[in-house]
């Protein structure tokens, strides 16, 4: 089969869904940031222009998701759904993702968690992605007849804050502990001036990938909760222990 | 760092720990068949000669095991804790496996799980198994002062039973698929000849690799379940999925 | 009471639904079989025609699912919510269901069990049947004014796929060994010929089944999860084992 | 097979452990009183004379606990492990009571929870039967070469206290409502006269009971925790529901 | 910060939400009657009148709903969501209880818990006010732009039944043994005499009551479950025991 | 009743156990030194002296320890059970930590957690613990005749490191940012300066409590986990909210 030999010689893209304009940048930036440098292709798709928050109008929350994107080295579009803090689950927003889905054809989806507590818009956006990553591989949908069913290979969930990471998932973590991933997530994170002025959203990231890479006695590591479990060719693929302590 | 770059050239040992002697087989054969096909060194050590089992002599249970590991490429050591189905968890016996792991400094180590619900023994050389790993690389522990300490990358737990599997980690599933390596593993566990003429052993492990499998949209699979979060340079180490229904 | 009285005489009705037309078999079928050779009455509510399918068109769909349920022993109606993969859980829905369940007035109600990460119709669809359950027994409903008020006596999930098996609840197993009841099984899942081509949905169940009956000491087995403790007048209903190894 | 069809016609026997002499009754009595009545013989093995109480000497309790179990219609035997509150969790003490069991024959095998946020005999007794029940299966056990082994159908769990029952296991309930099932539960409860002067123990658990009862839309009901799936052959064996609120 | 230290020398105020006239009063009236006593106010928001229930009119409810709240000491006001048994989430329902937050301005929230398997209505009240409590923060909401954000002090979740108290918290117990207490709660139960008629509520109540507090070594007691763990200045605000048996 | 007054006049004292001579300031140093510095009195039980450790003689470590705990304003003793990682749960070691607790009569006990995947000495301390704080109170324990029983108000599990805290009980957090808390703190923690000089474990402790700080919207917070649900008096003991995103 070609299409698998040619994942082997060549990475799929990735895919990440973010609810509001710097969901991904703090959930999982330094993650991007290390994929693209290894070479693999990462797009944002961003549900909503964060016109619900305290601060920061629309025009510079869609300006500063521009240029925090081309810093992780990803580019990025916004779609419209209900807005920010007015998302709903639906199956018009499913297919709508699922359409999405089968244009950009990725590899990897990376998603907000599906834990309830934090700020409602991740979680139904973690739902609606979910399903959507199902639906996009059934033939009959008949909104998406004119696009080819795509199977992802793997859907990860990023947690925006310590509160939003899944009890019941092991995570893998992701080393990004390079000093030029760091610097770059970093920036990334503080392109969202708006935001960043009136809380510790930065630091906040910082100190819990700080904690994680303490943990593993790396410098500092983003953990991703596979929706799916695992599946190895061998275990020379996972063969860094996460434990110092 | 040259350890670091030469354990990129050349992969690290695997060292799996059996309470019986067709424990290893039966829980994970598949994985080392896998495993040592891929060139990695195997090594087995079994903590009793399963002289309360209602089949088999202690000689045969040895022979038993020694053409097993051979046929799936590993080499093989017995050791006396406290004998069949007298397992004792004690300081003594973590210490005592403690030297094992400094003697063999594996990377990868295999444990039956710690779920309890099962041959008590199994539990109770998980546990074990997991506390040596630590004190191994302990400095202090004058019992084993002329051994140099060790860190051992990854540890995981397999399931002799479906029962065993714990339910409090995500997997990750061993693509066992190919014809070389289901039917060494099918020969391993045969060989034990004294235990499969006796109860189904050898479909029941089949059965579940093959449900494994199904599910993972492969042909068959075994899950091994790590004992801390895997640390990834890179999500292409990770980026097959495990769903196909 | 007269009504217990007779319960006990004359097994209560079952009442079975199902998101798309093959569900039910696929999940439980052998269930089913068994419980009316042994005298029951089984009743199939489906809700949609699989129109979203990537094989088999609904005309189809339905004639499989007639022939299927007729092969159990079952009869079956179709009912219409908002179509194969659109299902939303609604308030409206609910009350249709229970509306539903006030017609029929079963005893036993099986349906999809409420695990997300499958097909997103089948969590939603036991939502919606949990809720109806509820409701049916409340008097005040508007909607249901004139149709006397009913309680089940259990509500049972079934799991479509072992993804679906919810890890909260302990299930019980229902023994499908006997030939007669396993080819009924095997023939009512065959009989959804446009799903049997594509994929080896026969296959996963029947491994399934067998690997539950492997650990049970049985030939097959099927796990259905209580959704509410069940109460029993004495040990001796419940007195067989569940384990072989 | 002449066993199954004799295990129809006539139930198996019942034995339960208790760590102490009046565990037994306070935990599940009203079990006991049922089964009894219902032509089921009950055993009782009672592992220590709650020597470490604060109340009663143990001549006191042996002969409360003889009262109480003739009460409830269930002969009873007192062993030596370490004595009340100094239980360990050893090998030598799971072939003690495998040997018991075997002995003895029971169907169905009662034990306190593993809980162990509660008296610590309670949770180690509940080990030590549970791996018990293993041993006796298997026939090379040196120990017990001279008594044939035996397997049980099913141990069940019980709770002493409400904080000893186990969170992830669904439970089954057993009416206990009928005039005389609590009235010689409640005497056998009250048997332990040097216990129940200093503290609520009895009113906890009529409380308890009626608390279940109240949920389950009947008068009493006591709460028994499988350690394994149940096996059925039909749904009509467990066609009541638990639930009124 | 003169808030601060204003809310140390004055309680704030608490708001409790209920999805019908008597759920505050069934699931912790006992504890708004603790805490009006103790000078703090209490305000019931109610979002249905009852109309889906088996017995009492709509202004019956209101009315019993009305002294019921008096007897407890709190003020009381009805809002319309979907009505009885008809309650959906939905993004514009929560900006309305976000709105009353706003305008109400309470410390602490009380709402059902989000244990599905209870009365529809009651998780979803409980999810529209785990939302509603976090929008209400949010400076940017324009249906809200009139009203200045408002931060809560803490979320408690209440179980109208014992089977709606969530596994996953550690509860806390407030002791509403005081006779004035228990008879004032008692008395704003049997206010809702069109409910107590027919099925066992208040019993239901003291006995769960009854069972925390012999628990615990004191009379009675309610569990309430905090959404969010709690922040302590000293250990001695929490410095009783919980433990009797 | 006197006591209890008396109990709300003064602060009942605070008992801490540690495995190693550091165990107690990197898991919890922080909330000693706010009781201490609030009038409580502290005393910390150390049950080895650190001799397995990679670093640091067992003299040195006594010394850290000792003056460690006078920054605190904790005094100190050590106790023998069986030396660094070589501690054994038994009988014998529980009743000798129950005769503590009857001797320091604490009402706060702090015990590291239960949770295995970490130092094994640390669980294995703390299961002696919960099991002494039980037996503590039993009047009949022959060993412990001449001293008066007790019982604590309360036992609270710290966790040396993340991987320890308990994910099952929801924690209370105390809030240590004053300033000369932070920095009796760090200067406890540095006090070891055998065990700080080769890893990061100040580093690794001031992260964690930045992290539970910052979520909660103060400095930094330690988390602890009690053993069983708070009774509270009044809502307004713990009105304090501890989320911030």
């Known amino acids: 089969m070609k299409r698998i030999s040619k994942s082997h010689r060549e990475a799929t893209s990735l895919l990440a869904f973010g ?26 798709v961003i549900c909503s222009r964060g016109e619900a928050g305290t601060h920061g109008t629309p025009a510079q929350r869609v300006a500063e998701a521009r ?20 998302l709903e689950v639906s199956v018009a927003h499913t297919i709508k993702l699922a359409g ?20 409602p818009d991740h979680a139904k956006l973690g739902q609606l ?43 893998v973590l992701i080393d990004v502990s390079a000093p030029k991933i760091m610097s770059a997530w970093t920036a990334a994170m503080e392109a969202h001036r708006s935001q960043t002025s009136a809380r510790s959203y930065v630091e ?17 590591a983003i ?11 061998s275990l020379a693929q996972v063969s860094r222990s996460a434990r110092r302590f």
């Open 19 to 44: 609810a509001h304009p710097d969901d991904i940048e703090f959930g999982c930036g330094g993650v991007i940031a290390k994929e693209t440098r290894a070479g693999r292709k990462a797009h944002f």
């Open 67 to 86: 240029k925090s994107a081309a810093l992780l080295g990803a580019t990025v579009e916004f779609i419209e759904l209900d807005g920010d803090a007015h």
């Open 100 to 119: 999405v889905l089968r244009r950009i054809r990725p590899g990897i989806v990376l998603a907000p968690s599906l834990v309830e507590n934090q700020h």
């Open 129 to 171: 992605v979910r399903d959507a990553a199902r639906l996009t591989r059934y033939g009959g949908l008949k909104e998406l007849r004119r696009v080819r069913p795509h199977a992802i290979e793997q859907l990860f969930f990023y947690a925006v804050t310590p509160e939003a990471e899944p009890p019941g998932i092991t995570p």
């Open 204 to 220: 906040l990231q910082l100190t819990r990938a700080r904690l994680r890479g303490l943990r593993a006695g790396i410098g500092h």
């Open 223 to 233: 953990a991703l909760f596979p929706n799916d479990p695992l599946v190895l060719d």
